[in-house]
């Protein structure tokens, strides 16, 4: 299962692509980084385009549009909460993808569930509100710094949900167009309609970008591996026994890094527990697969 391979790999470079969001949010604001982020990708795309102009079916230059359009509003949601939460509880939260992953592919891509994915689908609900939980028991201790520094405003949670949300329609916008057309045509129009989009924002909210986001290098690091994260997955879905409800699973590796990075990296507190609701939620994910 060679595609298999390349969603774990995708869902690898993520996680280390998430911590290097957050190291580059810390020179510049979240529009900078996302314009330039998304251009710089684009660059890598270049090569690409004479594959991407020959034979794409006109309707796709629409369709493709509405998936860039769809990850326009899930970036800006996405970067905007892992700049105001810690990555440990971003990475945590971000595997509710998984949720609505999932529904999209029995309801709209008619993919089997079983009893596994079921279980494993509970297992996941329990560590996500395990993790919600957990400040709220600290708020009652007498570690109140603990409870400060953990204490995420409501309205992170809800942008991070909406970006899973919007990730998700993605996902599936994946699967059904790789039946028809390849993977750089889809990587080159993509991120075409995404510089666009975010352009248009900038022109119309009017923002000025600093001289100093271009001397970022977490943004050049950052833009490189989601190309080749995003062609590793574009490739994946082409497979045509490829399964949108395992690859989310797949993806979920990133959670671990995550955690991992924001205790050495970003020195955050209550890594363990935060470990233990990853472990609940991959072990949801370990029971879904074995049903698959």
Not at 73 to 90: E, G, V
Not at 232 to 254: C, G
């Amino acid at each position: 299962m060679l595609w298999a391979g390349l969603v774990l790999f995708y869902g690898i470079v993520k996680g280390f692509r998430d911590v290097v969001k957050k190291k580059a949010l810390t020179k510049n604001t979240v529009m900078e980084v996302l314009f330039v982020y998304t251009v710089l990708a684009f660059l890598f795309c270049i090569p690409e385009a004479p594959a991407a102009f020959n034979g794409l079916p006109p309707k796709y230059y629409f369709l493709i549009a509405i998936k860039s359009f769809v990850i326009f509003i899930a970036w800006i949601c996405s970067f905007k909460a892992l700049d105001n939460i810690p990555i440990s509880i971003y990475g945590v939260l971000d595997l509710s993808r998984i949720l609505f992953s999932t529904a999209f592919g029995l309801l709209v891509l008619h993919e089997k569930g079983s009893i596994y994915s079921t279980i494993g689908l509970v297992l996941v609900l329990f560590g996500l509100v395990f993790l919600r939980v957990y400040p709220e028991i600290k708020k009652r201790s007498k570690d109140a710094e603990a409870y400060k520094a953990e204490k995420i405003p409501s309205k992170y949670i809800w942008m991070v949900l909406a970006s899973c949300i919007l990730n998700a329609v993605s996902g599936c916008l994946d699967k059904i167009y790789m039946k028809e057309i390849n993977s750089s045509q889809l990587q080159f129009w993509y991120m075409f309609y995404l510089v666009s989009f975010y352009g248009l924002y900038f022109v119309i909210r009017r923002i000025k970008i600093s001289a100093s986001v271009w001397k970022n290098g977490w943004i050049w690091l950052l833009s490189f591996l989601f190309f080749i994260a995003d062609k590793a997955l574009f490739i994946a879905n082409s497979y045509a026994d490829s399964k949108v409800i395992i690859m989310t699973l797949l993806k979920q590796s990133a959670c671990i890094i995550s955690i991992v990075c924001g205790k050495f990296i970003f020195k955050e507190k209550n890594i363990g527990y935060k470990l233990f609701c990853a472990a609940v939620v991959l072990s949801g994910l370990v029971v879904s697969m074995l049903g698959g």
